[in-house]
């Protein structure tokens, strides 16, 4: 199983970006579906995650600026950043609970991407 992420970058404060990320591999359901972030020094914090009912939950940080949504049939979950902080820079990590074929269920996690928010 595979988590692959897009969409980060560098944008000024105020701006937006979108991040994508899409689990593939031998899966045959997935539960929760999310984001978290770590900046320098700090420890990984939830940002958001979405369950299969569309349940979301968002940290308090981010709550009405950042919108996270998914696509079960397409195994994709996006996370929308709207008026972004310089306090929002970090390594932005997708995270998947993926119940296998005939293998339990695992915790997955992407890559990472960078976000950058200049003042």
């Known amino acids: 199983v595979q988590l692959v992420e897009s969409g980060g970058g560098l944008v000024q404060a105020g701006g937006s970006l979108r991040l994508s990320c899409t689990a593939s591999g031998s899966i045959f359901s997935i539960n929760i579906m999310g984001w978290y972030r770590q900046a320098p020094g700090k420890q990984r914090e939830l940002v958001a995650d979405?369950?299969?009912?569309?349940?979301?939950n968002y940290a308090d940080a981010v709550k009405g600026r950042f919108s996270i949504s998914r696509d079960i049939n397409k195994n994709t979950v996006t996370l929308q950043m709207n008026n972004l902080k310089p306090e929002d820079t970090a390594v932005y990590y997708c995270?998947?609970?993926?119940?296998?074929?005939?293998?339990?269920?695992?915790?997955?996690w992407g890559q990472g991407t960078q976000v950058t928010v200049s003042s």
């Open positions: 995270n998947a609970y993926i119940e296998l074929e005939r293998a339990g269920a695992y915790d997955y």
């Open positions: 979405i369950n299969r009912s569309g349940i979301t």
